[in-house]
C-alpha cells in the first residue's frame, strides 16, 4: 500500500515537491498499470470520479465555489467526524479565495497588480511560495502556463462570442511574460516590474485550493476520500478491492467518457477546448488562450494531468495543451511523477511514457 504524508507547501518549493513524489509515483503506477491496460469502455455518466469500494459508508458535500462545484467524498463509518472535517476544508477553500483572487480588489495579488511598476509588495510566506512555484513552472512550459497571461486571457468574452481586434491583442501579449515578476525572499515580497503587467492565478489557484482541503482532510485523520473542484481533483486511498476511478470525457461529447483511470493519492486536472468556448465562421474558439499569440490554442482538445498536487496537474494541464503532443508530453516525460493523457486536435488520443498504451474502444 501506498501512502503519502502530508508535506507543508510553504517549506519546499516545486522541484523539491516533485523529487519528493518520485518514489510514489514509481509505486503507484506500476501499481495501475495491469488497470490501465484494459480497453477503453464509454461510459454513459456525469461523474468524474468514483469509488469502486462498495463496503464501506462513506459521506459527500457538494458547493459552489470558484464558479464551479467542489465535491467532497470522504469514505468513512464515523459521519459526524468526517463532515467537521469536511466543513474545515471548506473554509480553508475559501480562505484562499480572499488571498488568491485577483478578482477581489482587497485580495493580498491584488495589492501587488495594484502597485505594479510602483513599488514591491509584502506578501505572506504562502503566496510568496505559490508564486515562486508558478514562476517555476511558467519556465518547464516554454512560457505557454504564464501567470501573466490575464491581459490576453480578459479580452476573450466567451458569452458574447466576440473577438478581440488585431491591435487589442498585439498591445496585450506585449505585457504578457512571467519573468517581470520579481520574488525577493529575504523581504518576502513580489514586484511586478512593469505598469501593464498584471499576475493573474486562476490557473493555478483552483488546484492549490484541492491541496490545501485534501491537507485537511488527511490531518483530520482520514486516508480515503476526494476533493473533486470542477474536475480539479485529489483522490486519497487504494485497496485491493477498490480503487478511485478518474474519468476523462470525450471532448465531442461530453455525455460520454472515453477512458477510466484508477488512480490512488494522485492529483488529477484536464484543460479541455469544450469548456468554454464558441464557434465563428466554422473555427472553435476555446478559452485557452496562448500568451505568446493571444489567441486560444488549438493543438489538442483536451489534456488530463496526473500528478503529485493538484496545483501541479493543473498548471501542467494548461501548459501542455497550448505546447500540444509532440512539445508537451517531451515536458511530462521530463518531469518526475507527472504523467498526461492527451486528445490531439484530431481527436486521436496519446499517453506520456509512464503510462500504458491504452486500448481504444472501436
Keep these: 500500500m501506498v501512502s503519502v504524508r502530508s508535506v507543508s507547501f510553504t517549506a519546499i518549493d516545486i522541484s523539491a515537491l516533485l523529487r519528493q513524489a518520485v518514489a510514489l509515483a514509481v509505486a503507484l503506477f506500476l501499481f495501475m498499470a495491469h488497470a490501465l491496460a ?3 469502455v464509454p461510459v ?3 461523474l468524474h470520479t468514483q469509488y469502486n469500494k462498495t463496503a464501506s459508508a462513506r459521506v459527500t458535500r457538494t458547493v459552489p465555489m470558484m464558479s464551479t462545484r467542489v465535491e467532497f467524498i470522504v469514505v468513512t463509518e464515523d459521519t459526524q467526524k468526517a463532515k467537521a472535517a ?4 471548506i473554509a480553508e477553500m475559501e480562505r484562499i479565495i480572499v488571498v488568491m483572487s485577483e478578482w477581489q480588489a482587497d485580495s493580498m495579488i491584488s495589492q501587488v497588480n495594484q502597485a505594479a511598476g510602483k513599488r514591491p509588495v509584502q506578501i505572506s510566506r504562502e503566496l510568496f511560495e505559490l508564486l515562486s512555484a508558478a514562476q517555476q513552472l511558467s519556465e518547464q512550459t516554454e512560457g505557454k ?3 501573466t497571461f490575464a491581459s490576453a486571457g480578459k479580452l476573450w468574452d466567451f458569452r458574447k462570442a466576440t473577438i478581440p481586434t488585431a491591435a487589442q491583442i498585439k498591445t496585450a501579449i506585449a505585457r504578457i511574460d512571467y519573468t517581470r515578476l520579481q520574488l525577493d525572499r529575504k523581504n518576502m515580497t513580489a514586484f511586478i516590474t512593469h505598469p501593464g503587467t498584471q499576475v493573474g492565478l486562476g490557473g493555478i489557484a483552483k488546484g492549490y485550493a484541492v491541496d490545501r482541503a485534501s491537507d485537511i482532510l488527511r490531518r483530520q485523520g482520514f486516508n480515503e476520500f476526494s476533493v473533486n473542484a470542477g474536475g480539479d481533483l485529489y483522490a486519497e486511498g487504494q485497496h485491493k478491492d477498490g480503487l478511485w476511478q478518474v474519468g476523462i470525457q470525450n471532448p465531442r461529447d461530453t455525455d460520454e467518457l472515453i477512458a477510466l483511470l484508477p488512480i490512488a493519492n494522485s492529483a488529477v486536472a484536464t484543460s479541455g477546448d469544450y469548456e468554454r468556448f464558441f464557434i465563428q465562421d466554422g473555427k472553435r ?3 485557452i488562450i496562448d500568451p505568446h499569440t493571444g489567441y486560444p490554442a488549438n493543438r489538442c482538445q483536451a489534456v488530463t494531468i496526473l500528478a503529485p498536487r493538484a496545483f501541479m496537474a ?3 494541464a494548461t501548459g501542455v495543451f497550448v505546447l500540444g503532443v509532440k512539445k508537451g508530453l517531451a515536458l511530462v516525460n521530463r518531469l518526475e511523477g507527472v504523467e498526461a493523457v492527451v486528445v490531439d486536435a ?3 488520443m496519446h499517453v506520456s511514457e509512464g503510462l500504458p498504451v491504452l486500448g481504444r474502444n472501436e
Design 86 to 89: 469536511i466543513e474545515l476544508a
Design 38 to 40: 484494459a480497453e477503453l
Design 145 to 147: 502556463f504564464d501567470i
Design 44 to 46: 454513459k455518466s456525469a
Design 346 to 348: 484530431r481527436g486521436e
Design 314 to 316: 493543473d498548471a501542467i
Design 285 to 287: 474558439y476555446s478559452h
